[in-house]
């Protein structure tokens, strides 16, 4: 089992900035690949970021490209997502998630998620 809890999300004006934080714990946190995914009210859940094992690859969606950033820190067994120029399309609520799996997109290749973060995005 790996349990993950994410911190950090919060209401923040278009333009602005969070960072992410996701902790995990239970098994060795370097031998998963990680992702964020996210979900506003109404709709279905949506890949958003994917990092590597070592962190040496990430993939992102086309509608965050270049304004967030995913990493992580094995040491301290943590994942983050930098959000940077966020808009009010933006919100909702982020996950991190786990998967034994190379980088995967696809939710379905998870194993483990948190409980969630709001994010809210005002104008």
């Known amino acids: 089992q790996v349990q993950l809890v994410e911190s950090g999300g919060g209401l923040v004006q278009a333009g602005g900035s969070l960072r992410l934080s996701c902790a995990a714990s239970?098994?060795?946190?370097?031998?998963?690949?990680m992702g964020w995914f996210r979900q506003a009210p109404g709709k279905e859940r949506e890949f958003v970021a994917a990092?590597?094992?070592?962190?040496?690859?990430?993939y992102y969606a086309d509608s965050v490209k270049g304004r967030l950033t995913i990493s992580r820190d094995n040491a301290k067994n943590t994942v983050y997502l930098q959000m940077n120029s966020l808009k009010r399309e933006d919100t909702a609520v982020y996950y991190c998630?786990?998967?034994?799996?190379?980088?995967?997109?696809?939710?379905?290749?998870?194993?483990?998620w948190g409980q969630g973060t709001q994010v809210t995005v005002s104008s």
């Open positions: 998630a786990a998967t034994l799996a190379y980088l995967e997109i696809v939710r379905t290749a998870y194993n483990y």
């Open positions: 239970g098994r060795t946190f370097s031998n998963y690949a």
């Open positions: 990092i590597s094992r070592s962190g040496d690859r990430t």
